[in-house]
């Protein structure tokens, strides 16, 4: 079993950066990839920005430049710096884990990201 914690969502003015974490325990020997989704109301869950175990990173283009997925393999932490945060970047973010051949698919509760004046 594989179990994710978020943190770090809250509220920011536009420009202003926040930083999720994600930790995870349990299994993590199985994680191959870690991905980190957002949902606003109203829309369908979109991939944000991915790294695997060999640090292979790939984002969304609307966040290109402007965030940066890292990991703590000591701390078996994965991040997702958010900078030059805009209006339309507001959603829950989800941490995902999943290994190489699907059988691990596990999500954590999300936090809220608010960017608003």
């Known amino acids: 079993q594989v179990h994710l914690v978020e943190s770090g969502g809250g509220l920011v003015q536009p420009g202003g950066s926040l930083r999720l974490s994600c930790a995870a325990s349990g299994s993590i020997f199985s994680i191959y990839v870690i991905n980190w989704y957002r949902q606003a109301p109203g829309k369908q869950r979109e991939l944000v920005a991915g790294i695997t175990r060999s640090g292979f990173t790939n984002y969304n283009d609307s966040v290109k430049g402007r965030f940066t997925i890292s990991r703590d393999s000591a701390e078996d932490t994965v991040y997702l710096q958010m900078n030059n945060l805009k209006p339309e970047d507001t959603a829950v973010y989800y941490c995902?884990?999943?290994?190489?051949?699907?059988?691990?698919?596990?999500w954590g509760q999300g936090t809220q990201v608010t960017v608003s004046s």
């Open positions: 995902n884990a999943r290994s190489i051949n699907g059988a691990v698919d596990v």
